[in-house]
């Protein structure tokens, strides 16, 4: 895969961080059920000034389950010479403010190669893992599948409710969480940098109070020995990415409005663009059914 795909994802595994953690609360429904609350985020990424990548997330959080859901692609000329659509979904419980995912699946589509991965989080440490088409050996990749998961191991896209819970419920966002996505096994760790006024940007359409973020992660296995040199995300980086997170609505919880990450010669920028709310009531959520195929 040429180096240019791995810089695509490291900037959407950003995005992916960035954009499930806000919600928007729904009016009130029947009393018997409180409403979920719902939001759509839209992400631009640019690099160099152009725009590269364009990344829709959706959320529900019902008051006891979740479900995320992304959906990006390659765009401009990057997208014209190399087409990358990825699809994620992840579903899961919450009990009492403690997450435990269910269910995660990716679906990605490089120059017509088609690839799916659907994990399935069993409890212990045990997990189900379904590929299509089945990996073939790679002496590339450093490490095999873990035969057990770290407890609470999480998803990617639930990976970024822990860290809105962290930085709603302590006022700072600093954590680290295991995380496998059925090919990976890393740790990402999140940490508190300042708090800081944003001037105006031409890629933000939001200018005022924020909190920085930064995002590091520690390579257990999975990963590809060529790529060693692209560690960008390595704890230690001198220019980890970053995303500054905010309180856009006052019946909002802070929501990422920028967010940068630098390559070996370009940044890339996520704008944040207007949120589109889609108020609903528990019964007519989306249903939170996403079985094996």
Not at 13 to 23: D, K, S
Not at 46 to 58: A, E, K, N, P, S
Not at 112 to 131: I, K, S
Not at 173 to 195: A, I, M, S, W, Y
Request: net charge neutral.
């Amino acid at each position: 895969m040429p180096r240019l795909t791995g810089r695509l994802a490291c900037s959407c595994i950003g995005l992916a961080i960035a954009g499930a953690v806000g919600l928007s609360s729904g009016p009130a429904g029947a009393a018997e059920a409180p409403p979920a609350r719902v939001i759509d985020l839209t992400y631009d990424v640019y690099l160099g000034g152009l725009h590269i990548f364009t990344f829709d997330v959706d959320m529900v959080l019902q008051p006891d389950r979740y479900r995320v859901t992304a959906e990006g692609g390659t765009r401009g000329v990057i997208g014209w010479l190399y087409t990358w659509n990825v699809k994620l979904a992840a579903e899961g419980l919450d009990r009492n403010g403690r997450i435990e995912p269910h269910r995660y699946v990716a679906e990605s589509n490089w120059q017509n190669e088609q690839r799916t991965v659907q994990l399935g989080f069993a409890g212990g440490g045990r997990y189900e893992l379904q590929q299509d088409p089945p990996p073939e050996p790679d002496p590339d990749i450093e490490g095999g599948l873990p035969e057990t998961l770290p407890e609470g191991t999480v998803d990617p896209l639930t990976f970024a409710l822990a860290a809105s819970r962290a930085l709603e419920e302590n006022g700072h966002c600093n954590q680290t969480v295991p995380v496998f996505d059925g090919r990976r096994r890393f740790d990402l760790t999140v940490k508190h940098v300042d708090e800081t006024t944003l001037p105006p940007n031409g890629y933000s359409i939001y200018q005022g109070p924020a909190v920085r973020c930064s995002f590091s992660m520690e390579r257990i296995s999975g990963f590809r020995k060529s790529w060693r040199s692209s560690r960008q995300w390595d704890a230690g980086s001198s220019s980890p990415p970053m995303v500054w997170v905010a309180s856009i609505r006052q019946d909002l919880p802070p929501v990422p409005v920028r967010a940068r990450a630098s390559g070996h010669s370009a940044s890339s920028r996520q704008r944040f663009s207007p949120i589109t709310n889609r108020r609903t009531g528990a019964s007519s959520a989306k249903p939170l059914s996403m079985p094996f195929r």
